[in-house]
């Protein structure tokens, strides 16, 4: 069965910084990958997603995500971030075509930003 | 475009009372339609998934069930309320052979 770790639950930057949020995964093929956010009393909303194809993916909102096959990893960045960024961020990963598609989500970070 | 609504937006209730929580999808025929709880600082836990009028499938054991009447309408129930049962209730969609899900807006449900 598919799983997903964000390792971070908190984090701060400051506005302007560059971020980046770790993701990893463990699944045993190629894997479908996403990246959401969700402002507080929010639904999710979908910031990317990695199929197929080229591993370097972008985004809404200025954000990239990477798949890395050797590290079973898919972390997300954003070169400069804004005080409009400050969200959760779930990382999930789903177990490819099927009937009843099902997506596992990680715990969540929380991204702050420091004026 | 496809769309994604929940009612009520929030919600108080007192124990033992009962629930329904209802999420409609507009612009897509044959959705495959999830209902989630994400309790206060946490992540999402899937309860309920649906590929159909009247199939659902359980994810986990709880006093809640949920019900597909129709293609785009996918209703959260519960006969008595506990108080474990507050959080915040996610309604998702996606197509059968895509693994993309889309969320509504939520229910916040405090139960007192």
């Known amino acids: 069965a598919q799983s997903v770790t964000q390792p971070d639950i908190h984090i701060t930057v400051s506005e302007g910084a560059s971020l980046e949020l770790r993701c990893n995964y463990s699944?045993?093929?190629?894997?479908?990958l996403f990246w959401y956010v969700q402002s507080p009393g929010q639904g999710l909303q979908l910031l990317l997603k990695y199929f197929s194809g080229d591993t370097l993916v972008q985004g809404i909102k200025g954000f990239e995500a990477e798949f890395k096959r050797s590290q079973s990893s898919f972390n997300l960045r954003k070169p400069s971030v804004h005080w409009s960024d400050a969200a959760e961020y779930f990382c999930a990963v789903g177990a490819g075509y099927s009937s009843a598609s099902k997506i596992i989500f990680g715990s969540g970070t929380r991204l702050s930003i420091r004026p | 475009s496809q769309t994604i609504h929940q009612w009520p937006a929030t919600l108080v209730q007192p124990v033992g009372s009962p629930l329904s929580l209802e999420c409609t999808v507009e612009g897509t025929s044959n959705p495959n339609l999830y209902w989630y709880r994400q309790a206060a600082g946490r992540g999402l836990q899937l309860l309920f998934y649906s590929v159909g009028i009247g199939q659902i499938s359980s994810e986990v054991p709880q006093n809640l069930s949920a019900s597909r009447p129709q293609d785009r309408q996918f209703i959260l129930s519960s006969k008595k309320l506990l108080l474990s049962d507050s959080g915040f209730y996610l309604c998702a969609w996606s197509l059968a052979a895509q693994e993309t899900q889309y969320f509504g807006p939520g229910t916040r449900l405090l139960v007192l």
């Open positions: 699944y045993g093929a190629t894997p479908y």
